[in-house]
């Protein structure tokens, strides 16, 4: 059984920073990591990926400032948020990608306020 579990995620205020975390069970380390996000009334966007040999990709909106990264030896990844801004609030929820195969974690919340 996969299971894709967030942590992380509050509340900070402008400028602030957060470290999620994705504790992956079930799958191996060839999948495709990645962060995305769903602001309210809005559709769910990329944020950054992974590949297994370590290459990223980032949302244009991210870039310099999000870092995606993770440790194959845990199965976890990771997404350092800094210098946040309101319009980062979002549920954030982790993704695991492997040809048809596509798994979603419950999501975690990040709020930027202040």
């Known amino acids: 059984q996969v299971q894709l579990v967030e942590s992380g995620g509050g509340q900070v205020q402008p400028g602030g920073s957060l470290r999620l975390s994705c504790a992956a069970s079930g799958i191996n380390n060839l999948y495709v990591m990645g962060w995305y996000r769903q602001a309210p009334g809005k559709q769910r966007e990329l944020v950054a990926t992974?590949?297994?040999?370590?290459?990223?990709n980032y949302a244009d909106s991210v870039k310099g400032r999000f870092t995606i990264s993770r440790d194959n030896a845990k199965n976890t990844v990771y997404l350092q948020l800094n210098s946040l801004k309101p319009e980062d609030t979002a549920v954030y929820y982790c993704n695991a990608k492997l040809l048809l195969r596509n798994y979603w974690g419950q999501g975690t919340q990040v709020t930027v306020s202040s």
């Open positions: 992974i590949t297994s040999d370590l290459r990223t």
